[in-house]
Nanobody
C-alpha cells in the first residue's frame, strides 16, 4: 500500500500562484509515476500533470501547459505542483495519485493510489 497526503490548497485571486505538495509513504518503491488530477463540481475527474520516478519526464494537460510545473524530491518522497497564472476555471479539488504501471496515461482509473484531495479556489 501507498499512502498519499496532499497539502497547499487554498483561495487565491486570478493571476495568483499556489504550490501543492503530495507526501508519499508506505511501499513507495513500487511507484513509477505520480500524477495530479482535479475535479470541479459536476465534472469528471481530469488529468492535470504527471512525473516519472526519475523526474526526467513530465506530462501536462493542454489547459495547464506553460502555467503549471510538477517536480519531485525523491529523498523526501514528495511531489509538487507549482501553479502560476491561476484562472477561475482552475477551481477544483486537486488529487495526487500514484501508479505502479509503466507508461504515461491520462486515465484516472489507471492510477492505483489516491490522496484525499485539496481544494483550490481561484476568485475572479
Amino acid at each position: 500500500q501507498v499512502q498519499l497526503v496532499e497539502s497547499g490548497g487554498g483561495t487565491v485571486q486570478t493571476g495568483g500562484s499556489l504550490r501543492l505538495s503530495c507526501a508519499a509513504s508506505g511501499r513507495t518503491y513500487t511507484v513509477n509515476i505520480m500524477g495530479w488530477f482535479r475535479q470541479a463540481p459536476g465534472k469528471e475527474r481530469e488529468f492535470v500533470a504527471a512525473i516519472t520516478l526519475s523526474g526526467y519526464s513530465t506530462y501536462y494537460a493542454d489547459s495547464v501547459k506553460g502555467r503549471f510545473t510538477t517536480s519531485r524530491d525523491n529523498a523526501k518522497n514528495t511531489v509538487y505542483l507549482q501553479m502560476n497564472s491561476l484562472k477561475p476555471e482552475d477551481t477544483a479539488v486537486y488529487y495526487c495519485a500514484a501508479r505502479y504501471g509503466v507508461g504515461h496515461t491520462t486515465v484516472h482509473k489507471d492510477y492505483n493510489y489516491w490522496g484525499q484531495g485539496t481544494q483550490v479556489t481561484v476568485s475572479s
